[in-house]
């Protein structure tokens, strides 16, 4: 498979409930139950498929129904999955949680405990396949180490997504060597040690991450748009007008468009306006991933914004 976007990262299954009506705790509750698949690893992996892009997906699975269920939807997507691990009695990684009749989370569990196996022991003889990408993209759902491994050893550009303020600091002492990282505000803050409160305080905390030896940080500000900067090149982008229900996914598909636009050989802004249309096109679906994205799509979207 020539041309391919290597990904190194999580994989789950969703379970969801939501009451019917208000949660007795301590009793069993009339509702609704959805099992979906998710991931940022995997969710990442499924855009950039949309868009075109071929895919191989290095990632834990356990010896259950439930990897069955990721195998079968990878192997429709066209994702390369022949580069995962298959851990023997253990369970694909699952993410449980509870809803009231308002839709807000009650309760909720998650077992990832399956990407401990994601060493750099098991990730050595996957380094041929890493540095034969044009592009490695990570999130932070596998080990400390596990990053700082292929941080050191892959040629290839790497891009990373930190997933969450609780594990943005498995990749601090990485940052020289990547390429790319996608940061919210919070996560910025976290890496940068720079409260961000306005617009100066946001390029300041832009600096430090470059001064690192990153080639560019573009950091997700929500309802405000987003930052982006390089060595030479700093810029902030509104918002993306757009009939929001489900901002669930957004992030995912930002980072997906901003690996293919970076393979394009884009600018800064036009890779930044690639993540901001995809996540806009996310939150117009219900669903985490929005089924009709395509490079086509996202072009079009691209044109009019221009006119």
């Known amino acids: 498979m020539d041309n391919y976007i290597a990904i190194v990262g999580g994989v789950n299954v969703d379970v969801g409930g939501r009451s019917l009506s208000p949660l007795l ?10 099992t979906t698949l998710g991931g940022v690893g995997r969710n990442i992996a499924h855009n950039l498929a949309l868009l075109g892009a ?28 022949s ?3 298959r851990v023997p009695d253990a369970a694909t990684s699952t993410y449980l949680f509870i809803c009231g009749p308002d839709g807000d989370m009650v309760l909720a569990l998650n077992d990832m405990s399956i990407y401990a196996h994601l060493t750099p022991e098991v990730l050595a003889p996957k380094l041929p396949v890493l540095n034969a990408a044009k592009l490695v993209l990570l999130d932070a759902n ?4 596990t990053i700082e491994f292929i941080a050191h050893r892959c040629t290839a550009p790497i891009f990373v997504d930190p997933v969450s303020a609780s594990k943005v600091g498995k990749c601090a002492s990485s940052l020289g060597y990547f390429h790319t990282i996608k940061p919210n505000r919070l996560e910025a803050e976290l890496l940068s040690n720079i409260a961000i409160t306005d617009d100066e305080s ?14 560019r940080v573009i950091i997700s500000l929500g309802g405000d748009g987003v930052y982006a900067a390089s060595g030479s090149e700093r810029l902030k982008l ?32 036009e890779t930044a ?3 901001l249309v995809a996540g ?28």
Do not use: W, Y
């Open 202 to 215: 946001l390029a300041r905390a832009a600096d430090v991450l470059l001064a690192t030896g990153l080639k």
């Open 273 to 275: 306006m690639f993540g």
């Open 83 to 85: 580069d995962a691990i």
């Open 25 to 34: 705790v301590g009793d069993s509750n009339p509702g609704e139950i959805r």
């Open 238 to 269: 509104p918002a993306l007008p757009t009939r929001t229900i489900n901002t669930t996914g957004c992030g995912d598909a930002f980072m997906a468009a901003i690996a293919l636009a970076s393979l394009e050989g884009h600018s800064l802004t």
């Open 142 to 145: 596998i080990p400390q180490e």
């Open 280 to 307: 806009a096109l996310c939150a117009e679906s219900r669903a985490t991933i929005n089924p009709e994205l395509s490079l086509e799509l996202l072009k079009a979207k691209l044109e009019e914004l221009r006119k």
């Open 54 to 81: 071929n895919v191989r997906l290095i990632t834990a699975l356990g010896d259950d129904d439930n990897a069955v269920r990721v195998e079968k939807s990878c192997r429709e997507l066209g994702i390369d999955l």
